[in-house]
Every structure is written in structure tokens, then in C-alpha cells.
T-cell receptor, first 112, second 115 residues
Framework: QKEVEQDPGPLSVPEGAIVSLNCTYSNSAFQYFMWYRQYSRKGPELLMYTYSSGNKEDGRFTAQVDKSSKYISLFIRDSQPSDSATYLCASIRNSGNTPLVFGKGTRLSVIA | EAGVAQSPRYKIIEKRQSVAFWCNPISGHATLYWYQQILGQGPKLLIQFQNNGVVDDSQLPKDRFSAERLKGVDSTLKIQPAKLEDSAVYLC?????????????FGPGTRLTVL
């Protein structure tokens, strides 16, 4: 079992829809949870991160972590064509030099 | 602020040949990472440097891959000899320091095709 599992999609939604992207993880030691966005032919860029359980909101994006079920979610409200990209979840343990563990990424297309 | 620079952007080689990739991190970033991203997968860490010292190379296939970061700035990643399964995008990232939430900034990657 991979440490971070993510449905690769692809996911296609109409403009303005609410998008829900999800990951599960298996390592109880993970404390920090990140969402990266990767446009085609580009490197990933950090969208937002959360520590432990709870919600974090940034504009149209909301990240949610439920540690009891080891479930990570990213919600995008009022989705735009410019949101079309691959979204990668990643987790890291609560110690300084351990590596980020990425999911496979979910490819999202927002259709105008 | 200039981002992470990588070259070349694309490389096509035949199996058993050698190849090298170059990375210039963001100025002042002490930590540098090399990732391998196979098509349809998330990035996998190959090696992490703190200044010019190796912090983690546990997932680097050391029989064929090598990396160095002389002078604690630029870095090169080499594959010798290449195999078909090395076809991937090689991403370089840097961060101000190592740590849980020190944001990693990624370069555009080098897309390697091994024929």
C-alpha cells in the first residue's frame, strides 16, 4: 500500500462547479498535509498546507484534513478554466528532514 | 525573484548512454532536492542536499545515479548508464532551509526519454 493514495482521474467539470479532490494516507506519523498544483510542462507549486486536522481556507480553495479517517480533501469553489491542472496531495512527518510523500495527482479539466 | 532554473528542458538518449542534468536553485536557498516524476505518478524524492552535504539519498539508485552540489549552490544529477525505466521528468526544487513546512519551489523539470 502506498503511503498516500490519490485517484488520478481525469476529472472534468463545467465552469463554476464546486470541485472536490481527495486523498487518503496510511502513515499515522504524517502531521503536515499539502496541496500542490502542477500545470502541464511545469513544476508543482504549493497551493496551501494544513497542520493536523481541520480546515483552512484561501480564497476559492479550502483544504480539509480528517486524521481520524486519514482523509485529505481540497475543495475549489466557482471553478475556472484556469484551474485546469494536476493537483497533487503530499504529506510529511513531524520531523525536520523527512521527505514529502506525494500522491499520484488528479488531473482536473474545467470546461468553459 | 528568479525561480529554480533547470537545463536541458528535454533530452532523448538511447539506453546505456549517460546523461546529466543541471539545476540552479533560488539564490539563498540552502536546501536542494532532486525528484523523479514518472508519467502519471507524483514526484519521488531522489536526493536532498543541505548546502553541499547530502541529507537523504535513500531512494537514489546509487548503482547508476549520482548527484553533487559543489559549493552549495548549483547541482548536477547524472545517470550512467540509463535504462528504459529512467524515462521521466526530473524536477529540481529548493527551499530556504530543511523543515516541515519550508516551501519547496520547483523548477520546470527536464523531460528524459530513454529509447
Amino acid at each position: 500500500q502506498k503511503e498516500v493514495e490519490q485517484d488520478p482521474g481525469p476529472l472534468s467539470v463545467p465552469e463554476g462547479a464546486i470541485v472536490s479532490l481527495n486523498c487518503t494516507y496510511s502513515n499515522s506519523a504524517f502531521q503536515y498535509f499539502m496541496w500542490y498544483r502542477q500545470y502541464s510542462r511545469k513544476g508543482p507549486e504549493l497551493l496551501m498546507y494544513t497542520y493536523s486536522s481541520g480546515n483552512k481556507e484561501d480564497g476559492r480553495f479550502t483544504a480539509q484534513v480528517d486524521k481520524s479517517s486519514k482523509y485529505i480533501s481540497l475543495f475549489i469553489r466557482d471553478s475556472q478554466p484556469s484551474d485546469s491542472a494536476t493537483y497533487l496531495c503530499a504529506s510529511i512527518r513531524n520531523s525536520g528532514n523527512t521527505p514529502l510523500v506525494f500522491g499520484k495527482g488528479t488531473r482536473l479539466s474545467v470546461i468553459a | 525573484e528568479a525561480g529554480v532554473a533547470q537545463s536541458p528542458r528535454y533530452k532523448i538518449i538511447e539506453k546505456r548512454q549517460s546523461v546529466a542534468f543541471w539545476c540552479n536553485p533560488i539564490s539563498g536557498h540552502a536546501t536542494l532536492y532532486w525528484y523523479q516524476q514518472i508519467l502519471g505518478q507524483g514526484p519521488k524524492l531522489l536526493i536532498q542536499f543541505q548546502n553541499n552535504g547530502v541529507v537523504d539519498d535513500s531512494q537514489l539508485p546509487k548503482d547508476r545515479f549520482s548527484a553533487e552540489r559543489l559549493k552549495g549552490v548549483d547541482s548536477t544529477l547524472k545517470i550512467q548508464p540509463a535504462k528504459l525505466e529512467d524515462s521521466a521528468v526530473y524536477l529540481c526544487a529548493s527551499s530556504l532551509a530543511a523543515g516541515r513546512i519550508n516551501e519547496q519551489f520547483f523548477g520546470p523539470g527536464t523531460r528524459l526519454t530513454v529509447l
